[in-house]
């Protein structure tokens, strides 16, 4: 576990990260995907906010769940960023119930990797997140951002962008008890 303290250099290295999606090109279908991502994430962290009801929060992540294109969709790789910071903000209870309800919504490959996230099984540069986080290393936490956000063709800022709201939206209600 990270003090809390540790949170607020993680806050800012993933800050450039939080308006998701972005338009990779200017086309009515990649408009038409942003505005559903866009909605999605929104919904998602509604759900998120307790008193925590399962079914809101299934309904609310299979908006997102295999919404765009790719090996892993965008809407997946999203997720996936939500459930790491689900994991550091100790809430291990929520990220089963994630990568279930995603599930039937997409690709064996990211059920998979979703799957794995849910049991805290992530790829390196998080966990170097974490441990320059832990060790309270600024420069190393923005080179892991940095190494994440260079994953596949945009999975790794996709992931950023979950990560990076559900940290800005969930610590941020459960510091201040509102939301």
Do not use: C
């Not at 408009?31 to 079914?55: E, I, S, T, V």
């Amino acid at each position: 576990s990270i003090p809390d303290s540790s949170l607020q250099p993680i806050l800012a290295a993933v800050q450039p990260y939080a308006d998701w999606p972005t338009l990779a090109e200017d086309t009515p279908v990649a408009r038409q995907m942003a505005k559903q991502a866009r909605a999605g994430a929104l919904n998602l962290m509604a759900a998120l906010r307790p008193p925590f009801d399962g079914a809101h929060l299934s309904a609310a992540v299979q908006k997102l769940a295999g919404l765009g294109q790719g090996l892993t969709p965008a809407g997946d790789d999203y997720l996936l960023g939500v459930i790491a910071a689900l994991w550091l903000l100790h809430q291990t209870d929520l990220p089963p119930v994630i990568a279930d309800a995603a599930l039937p919504k997409t690709s064996i490959l990211s059920g998979a990797f979703l799957q794995a996230a849910a049991r805290g099984e992530f790829m390196e540069p998080w966990h170097a997140l974490i441990s320059a986080a832990k060790n309270g290393e600024d420069a190393q936490i923005i080179a892991a951002v940095q190494w994440i956000a260079d994953f596949g063709a945009s999975s790794g800022t996709d992931s950023l962008a979950g990560f990076a709201q559900t940290l800005v939206n969930f610590s941020t209600g459960q510091r201040t008890g509102q939301y």
